[in-house]
């Protein structure tokens, strides 16, 4: 019988104390964890030949052995040699790593999800503001050269999109929120087909001042189809996005959008919620829909 096999090593573990305490042989549920083992090492290192060996031990509990049970028991130093060597077993290591991974956290200790790190959070800002795709880190060449120059581990897309992108968009949303305040403001909104075939409507809105204004891409969503009862929804969402608080009815003045029959219903139901509203349809797309027309008629 070999050394480091479990059969050899489980007499070591009876001798700690599981068998006189609970008077039976203990099954293997009611076994001293790898990591425990660790513990009770500790007081037989300190310890020359023939010891005693005294203490209390954290147990969750089982049907066998109540939680927190006592050991308490005369450990001879052949025992304790017994004890040291499967330490050294690789079973008692691959068994310390899976223990301290489902160790338990308490409130007050960070966690690897809630450590935030400043590089992250800088590198993923700064490829959605490149309209650089998260997903290219998946490409080796482009981690190396990052890795190499920044002296950083580059971490996966999926980190950066679950972790740090929500906070960025978070940012971003309070900006224009602080942006435009309560100054009366225009909007358009198109749908447009995505690779995978799926219709996306975007929202963009404006200031309405004397001075020129960038254009804000305010929201994005995946309609289900494209009529005008969807468009309205999309339309009070992004309303409900800038101003959380309380939609600012009279602030919205314009609706833009393209000259498509459900749009101009869509128009026409959004004016009476919003009094102020006015819908106009884009003069391209007209020009578009004439040129239609024309080429139907002329084919020749």
Same mark, same amino acid.
């Given at each position: 019988?070999?050394?480091?096999?479990?059969?050899?090593?489980?007499? #070591?573990?009876?001798?700690?104390?599981? %068998?006189?305490?609970?008077? %039976?042989?203990?099954?293997?549920?009611?076994?001293?964890?790898?990591?425990?083992?660790?513990? #009770?090492?500790?007081?037989?290192?300190?310890?020359?030949?023939?010891?005693? /060996?005294?203490?209390?031990?954290?147990?969750?509990?089982?049907?066998?052995?109540?939680?927190?049970?006592?050991?308490?028991?005369?450990?001879?130093?052949?025992? %304790?040699?017994?004890?040291?060597?499967?330490?050294? !077993?690789?079973?008692?290591?691959?068994?310390?790593? $899976?223990?301290?991974?489902?160790?338990?956290?308490?409130?007050?200790?960070?966690?690897?999800?809630?450590?935030?790190?400043?590089?992250?959070?800088?590198?993923?800002?700064?490829?959605?503001?490149?309209?650089?795709?998260?997903?290219?880190?998946? +490409? %080796?060449?482009?981690? @190396?050269? $990052?890795?190499?120059?920044?002296?950083? !581990?580059?971490?996966?897309?999926?980190?950066?999109?679950?972790?740090?992108?929500?906070?960025?968009?978070?940012?971003?949303?309070?900006?224009?929120?602080?942006?435009?305040?309560?100054?009366?403001?225009?909007?358009?909104?198109?749908?447009?087909?995505?690779?995978?075939?799926?219709?996306?409507?975007?929202?963009?809105?404006?200031? $309405?001042?004397?001075?020129?204004?960038?254009?804000?891409?305010?929201?994005?969503? /995946? $309609? @289900?189809?494209?009529? +005008?009862?969807?468009?309205?929804?999309?339309? +009070?969402?992004?309303?409900?996005?800038?101003?959380?608080?309380?939609?600012?009815?009279?602030?919205?003045?314009?609706?833009?959008?393209?000259?498509?029959?459900?749009?101009?219903?869509?128009?026409?139901?959004?004016?009476?919620?919003?009094?102020?509203?006015?819908?106009? !349809?884009?003069?391209?797309? #007209?020009?578009?829909?004439?040129? @239609? /027309?024309?080429?139907?008629?002329?084919?020749?």
């Amino acid at each position: 019988m070999s050394p480091g096999s479990s059969t050899d090593s489980y007499p #070591a573990l009876a001798h700690i104390g599981l %068998k006189k305490n609970l008077g %039976k042989t203990p099954t293997s549920e009611a076994r001293f964890s790898c990591v425990r083992l660790n513990v #009770a090492t500790e007081y037989l290192d300190s310890c020359e030949g023939d010891s005693r /060996v005294d203490g209390r031990l954290p147990h969750a509990g089982t049907p066998d052995m109540p939680a927190g049970i006592a050991f308490s028991c005369a450990v001879s130093s052949t025992q %304790k040699f017994l004890v040291q060597q499967h330490i050294t !077993t690789s079973k008692h290591q691959a068994n310390k790593q $899976l223990n301290s991974k489902q160790r338990q956290l308490f409130l007050t200790q960070p966690t690897t999800s809630n450590v935030r790190s400043e590089f992250n959070i800088d590198l993923c800002r700064s490829l959605i503001s490149a309209d650089i795709p998260l997903y290219k880190l998946k +490409n %080796k060449v482009f981690r @190396e050269f $990052l890795e190499k120059y920044t002296q950083h !581990t580059i971490p996966d897309e999926s980190t950066l999109r679950k972790t740090y992108a929500p906070s960025i968009y978070d940012e971003t949303i309070q900006k224009i929120r602080d942006e435009i305040k309560d100054s009366s403001i225009w909007v358009s909104i198109d749908e447009t087909p995505d690779k995978e075939g799926r219709l996306v409507g975007n929202v963009v809105i404006g200031l $309405l001042s004397e001075q020129y204004s960038e254009r804000i891409l305010l929201h994005c969503d /995946v $309609l @289900e189809k494209c009529n +005008n009862k969807t468009i309205v929804k999309l339309f +009070n969402e992004a309303m409900g996005i800038l101003w959380p608080k309380g939609i600012m009815y009279d602030n919205v003045l314009f609706f833009i959008s393209d000259a498509a029959p459900y749009m101009v219903k869509a128009g026409q139901a959004l004016s009476v919620v919003y009094p102020k509203l006015a819908h106009f !349809t884009c003069v391209a797309h #007209a020009f578009h829909r004439v040129a @239609e /027309v024309v080429r139907d008629n002329f084919l020749k």
